[in-house]
């Protein structure tokens, strides 16, 4: 009877160990476990594994089971994001949110968004990157145009030019 309590918990254990730690830091905290909403405010800094994020308020939305189904970052949020495919974004925005169950951010308002290892930049104001499937959107507002800056390599920038 005992062994079969411990073969069932597992693969509970497994899921446990191998997940990374969610760690959030702010001035204030509130929670409503009833409704499902957790309210952090003041200098938020957010991190899990490689991925940091910082704001002026996040509210952690959960399902029945008390799992994490979105997550609304507010007021100057900076963030660093590194995606299942090893892609390293950094930059700010107004506001942020991450749902957790489509590995989907999406970022609004005055975004600017760096791609650390292909040195693009992107600003609009709704960029929303898929940190598994590698999908990228970028849309404006008012009639603003988004913006795209590539960092290319001049073919002849290594070369010494005969030319005198």
Known sequence: MMIKKILSLLPLLGILLSGEELKVISDSFKGDQQKGISVFTGNVKISKGRDELNASKLTIYTDKEHKPVKYLAEGDVSFYIVTEMK??????????????????????????????????????????????????????????????????QDKNSTHKSGLK
Do not use: C, W
Request: a negative charge; hydrophobic letters at 40%.
């Open 87 to 152: 892609e390293i974004y950094k930059g700010k925005a107004q506001s942020a949110l991450y749902l957790p169950n489509e590995s989907e951010y999406q970022f609004n308002k005055k975004v600017d968004l760096f791609r650390l290892d292909d040195f693009r930049r992107i600003k609009g104001d709704k960029i929303i990157v898929n940190t598994v499937a590698g999908h990228a959107a970028a849309e404006s507002a008012d009639h603003e145009p988004v913006i795209m800056v590539f960092t290319l």
